[in-house]
């Protein structure tokens, strides 16, 4: 039976706000079932509260679907063989564990070739999420699949990045606006998503790839190759930025997203320099945005934090009501629909909830109706209206 983990930080740590009601948030225990499986690790508590789940499920087809729609369906079913070993038939277990270990080391070779044919054309790349979650992050290769590769690259190189995939026999690829391109290999079957920017323009988000590059570290990928890689505390806040797009635009909210957050600090918590983290995002005014990631991540899952990070996560009222508010929609049904109704708004008040500064929202709300084509959704300017103070219009700026 699974050991209670203590807190390398002491009691302090654990200590956290009034804890959510999952049971209530969930709202079945189907969802409940996939979501306390959805981590690696579980404890005495969790391994009894599975244990009696199980026999409350009804409908196991849910179970999945919804498990598959959030990224975690291999979780779930790694956790169910651990607590309930004769529960799943043992060919439909073999299949699973085969298929994410083929499909993983399938990517981590293409990780590798990639990363040799930049760098033959004097490229700098910095690849993220995919396998390196496997070396960093995820330390059973059964536990979390890798569906396609990100590269971020210097925005000098990215045409040039371009041209290098396209000759690698890569389709031409499919513009996502500023900040990336999405490109498909047909006889390898491989998904690449390349980066100059790890977000849209309108963000405002500047990170300086040459100082992304100097702080990188290197890692070994499942092929045994080194590759080069975003230090932990970089890849931190970029996890927590990637969960900001996607609350911001919901149609790609997954509860993935947050756990891949959980599982990094379990593993690197202490090693985090938490205060040139916490400094260098302040610095930038984008503290709110490593703030709202570790207050998803904490209300859903309890994570370790340092006294004085835990303190500052407390004095960030509203960004509790939107991790609040974030956890409600990911146990929603059909959550993305609703959300598209008010699709403008939405992603724009999410954009200025982790930002600070009448200054800096301004030219965020500017780019992003700017930036938005020619749309000036009347729901985006009450919604700068409300946030900025008096009259909200184009003319404003």
Not at 244 to 257: F, G, M, N, Q, T
Not at 327 to 349: C, M, P, Q, T
Not at 383 to 393: H, I, S, T, V
């Amino acid at each position: 039976m699974p050991k209670v983990a203590r807190s390398p930080y002491g009691a302090a740590a654990s200590i956290r706000l009034s804890p959510i009601d999952i049971r209530r948030i969930t709202g079945s225990f189907e969802k409940e079932i996939a979501f306390l499986c959805s981590r690696t690790t579980i404890d005495v508590h969790l391994f009894e509260k599975i244990n009696t789940l199980v026999q409350r499920v009804l409908d196991w087809d849910y179970v999945t679907s919804f498990a598959n729609e959030h990224g975690i369906v291999y979780l779930l079913y790694y956790n169910l063989n651990r607590v309930v070993p004769n529960m799943m038939p043992q060919d439909v277990n073999q299949r699973l564990n085969l298929s994410c270990l083929a499909r993983n080391f399938h990517l981590a070779a293409a990780l590798s070739n990639v990363m040799s044919l930049l760098s033959a054309n004097g490229i700098r790349a910095i690849p993220y999420k995919g396998p390196t979650f496997g070396a960093i992050i995820y330390k059973n290769p059964q536990s979390r699949i890798a569906r396609d590769l990100d590269f971020l690259v210097h925005s000098r190189d990215y045409e040039k990045a371009q041209k290098v995939l396209l000759s690698a026999g890569y389709n031409a690829p499919i513009d996502f606006g500023w900040y990336k391109c999405h490109f498909w290999h047909p006889q390898q079957r491989v998904n690449i998503d390349l980066h100059r920017g790890l977000v849209p323009r309108w963000y405002r988000v500047n990170l300086k790839f040459d100082d992304l590059w100097k702080r990188c570290t290197k890692i070994t990928i499942g092929t045994g190759a080194i590759i080069t890689t975003f230090c932990v505390e970089d890849l931190l806040f970029v996890l927590c930025l990637d969960l900001v797009k996607d609350i911001a635009e919901p149609s790609c909210l997954r509860l993935i997203k947050v756990v891949d957050i959980m599982e990094l600090l379990k593993y690197t918590a202490a090693d985090i320099d938490w205060d040139t983290l916490i400094r260098r995002t302040e610095r930038k005014g984008l503290s709110r945005i490593l703030y709202l990631g570790l207050l998803t991540a904490d209300r859903l899952y309890g994570i370790d934090l340092p006294p004085h990070v835990r303190r500052s996560l407390g004095t960030e009222r509203r960004l509790l009501k939107l991790a609040d508010a974030t956890i409600e929609l990911l146990f929603l049904d059909n959550y993305a629909h609703r959300v598209s109704k008010i699709k403008y708004a939405h992603e724009l008040k999410t954009i200025l909830a982790v930002r600070k500064g009448l200054k800096t929202k301004s030219v965020v709300c500017a780019y992003y109706l700017l930036k938005q084509g020619k749309v000036y959704s009347r729901e985006a300017l009450v919604c700068m209206k409300k946030r900025l103070g008096g009259a909200a219009g184009p003319e404003r700026f």
